[in-house]
């Protein structure tokens, strides 16, 4: 049975306000996140999008709740525009490469999916549709969109009439102007109001896409929106409690989903609008467009833990913008090999500890409230510093927020290793200074002489140096923390 005794609130971005969350089944949340477009790989920007969604995911489970989430994987019908208009995205990056649809939509959720797997993203029992397996219920959606007077057929496809649906745009940020404009300057006039949008478009006439289906309306292939309409409907059913995305989805792509799933569904669609702020680089939004795009691969090359970049999330609330920088991740990265090092070193033998309920109480508040991850963290820091509390106690509660947090404490010794071997460069012993030289000296004589705690000592002191030492059966391995 749930234990209801902590509420906990989320931003809603319909009500504009923190709302206290409330299930619509007892103990079983419905999470719909949008997925990736697996036209090319996915970038770091995109992945904050999908460590929120987890991070949602993690506190629900953290209190108690079963949750039921889908990410869906958009491989057909997303335009380059974002809108109605422009080349599908797939089929451009199969024209371009000279592969089929098919064959990049599988190379780019295989990344996907290795990606999302390496941020420690939950994906048991998670669902991964594909846009492509849910043709006929995305027709089936137009279909009764048609029969209900809310979508008109034009030369180019079946759009939804956004005049019909009595609250549309109540998320808010329609660029009505930009839609006017480009009403103006469109090709295709047929429209008729600029924030109407295709629900279903045929192919050209002159030339035939990889990616096509028959329709009761002529062969074509279905809007972007109208999946995660369906896909949603199919896979959660009717109404939902949260929907997440970036900001960049709210003017748009969640507009239109909540204008077609209520005019067929003829219930409330969402219950939490979730969105995460965009990761930027030297404040510009990374974007495809702008050619700023880093990739989780370019951080593991360069030598850092793909949790560095995690932690590095999670020391930002996901509402306000992250600049990134290597330097940030240089930052995130060394706290990080900290927590595992006083995990490996201090606490490694820790065993049967109970939860110390004065931080866990604290650590309910942080993140119950709107996923407060920044406090959570500087809460770990406060818990690992604590000299009151046992080390067993430590373990146990480090291990209990580290459900919550996913940096990795529960698999530390592998990644301790793995971190550091990645990351420091071994010092070959003519480079050492001799001031280290010398502390390793005294160092490897207390030991022998079984003096811990002045061994212990002097490892610090290299610490603060700037120094590691892993202690090998061939004797003590010297490692610099940074790269210089
Ligand atoms: P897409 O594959 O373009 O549909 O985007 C996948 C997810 O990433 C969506 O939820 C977007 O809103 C989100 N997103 C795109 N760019 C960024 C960015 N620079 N920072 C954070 N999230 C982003
Ligand atoms: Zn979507």
Known sequence: MKKETHPIYFF????????????????????????????????IGNMRSYVMSDTIRRVLEY?????????????????????????????????????????IAEKYTKLFFEDIVELNIETDGTKFPKATDYIQSQIAMVQSLMETGHAYQISDGIYFDTSVFKDYGALGNIPIEELEEGARVDKNNEKRHPTDFALWKFSPKDSKRQQEW???????????????????RALLGRSIDIHTGGIDHIATHHNNEIAQSESVNKKKFVNYWIHNAFITVEGRRMGKSVGNLISLDQIIDRGYSPLAYRYLLLTAHYSTPLNFTWDALEGAHTALIRIYSYFVENLKDAEGGALSQKYKKRFIQYINDNMDTPHAIALVWELIKDKEISKEDKKATLLDFDRVLGIGLDAKEIQLTTVLKNTAKKIEVNDIPSEVQNILTERKKAREDKDYKKADELRDTLDEMGYEINDTEHGAELLRKTEK
């Not at 079983?28 to 997925?35: D, F, I, T």
């Not at 491989?75 to 024209?95: I, M, P």
Request: proline fraction near 5%; include cysteine.
């Open 63 to 103: 209190n108690d709740y079963k949750v039921n989430q889908v990410i869906n994987i958009t491989d057909v019908g997303h335009l380059v525009s974002d809108g109605d208009e422009g080349e599908d995205k797939l089929e451009k990056a199969a024209t371009e490469s000279g592969e089929s649809a098919q064959n």
């Open 214 to 232: 028959p329709s009761p309306w002529g062969v074509g292939f279905p809007g972007w929106h109208i999946e995660c309409s369906a896909m949603s």
């Open 12 to 43: 809603d971005t319909l009500t504009k306000g923190k709302k206290v969350f409330t299930p619509l089944h007892k103990n079983e949340v419905r999470l719909y996140s949008c997925g990736p477009t697996v036209y090319s790989r996915a970038h």
